[in-house]
T-cell receptor
């Protein structure tokens, strides 16, 4: 069975400061891992994905995530937050060869001016 | 391309009423999915389809039925709505399943907000 835990339900940062959204996963098989973003009243958009290639993954809008197998983590980072980054972020796991995605409970990012 | 579209965007039902949510995609994707999103729980898979004429149960299928009569459409039905089905429903589609070497991205629609009184 696979599961994903997002360690913070809310994160608040000031504009221009770094962002760290934490995610830990468990999976019986080599997983694919993703981060999706959901802006208010919008659908979900893929930010980045890890599929057993490079462990440091770069995504859209300056976000990146590092896959650490020893720590079973896939934390999302961005060096400098922008007001437009305010949204809900979901860490998602999919074991290799499986159709289903398992979503974390989400982290709401607030960016203060 | 419109991508994935959902109708309606909002709906209020009374307990026991029925309704159908429509999902359409214009990307020629084989796979389609219905999720529900509840506060603090992320998205959970209700049903999915791996091609025209096929459907399968997901994580939380009870109280819902689906049909995939045309490749581009995936319908989600509630035969007798209950307050526990108040949620935001998302449809998604993908070209295929994920494999060890590649990920077939799921593209999501904008969601349908359903309230059951």
């Amino acid at each position: 069975a696979q599961s994903v835990t997002q360690l913070d339900s809310h994160v608040s940062v000031s504009e221009g400061t770094p962002v760290l959204l934490r995610c830990n996963y468990s999976s019986s098989y080599s997983p694919s891992l993703f981060w999706y973003v959901q802006h208010p009243n919008k659908g979900l958009q893929l930010l980045l994905k890890y599929t057993s290639a490079a462990t440091l993954v770069k995504g859209i809008n300056g976000f990146e995530a590092e896959f650490k197998k020893s720590e079973t983590s896939f934390h999302l980072t961005k060096p400098s937050a922008h007001m437009s980054d305010a949204a809900e972020y979901f860490c998602v796991v999919s074991p290799a060869g499986r159709r289903a995605l398992t979503f974390g409970s989400g982290t709401r990012l607030q960016v203060q001016p | 391309n419109a991508g994935v579209t959902q109708t309606p965007k909002f709906r209020v039902l009374k307990t026991g009423q029925s309704m159908t949510l429509l999902c359409a995609q214009d990307m020629n994707h084989e796979y389609m999915y219905w999720y529900r999103q509840d506060p603090g729980m992320g998205l959970r898979l209700i049903h999915y389809s791996v091609g025209e004429g096929t459907t399968a149960k997901g994580e939380v299928p009870d109280g819902y039925n689906v049909s995939r009569l045309k490749k581009q459409n995936f319908l989600l039905g509630l035969e007798s709505a209950a307050p526990s089905q108040t949620s935001v429903y998302f449809c998604a589609s993908s070209y295929g399943p994920s494999t060890l070497s590649s990920y077939n991205e799921q593209f999501f629609g904008p969601g349908t907000r359903l309230t059951v009184l």
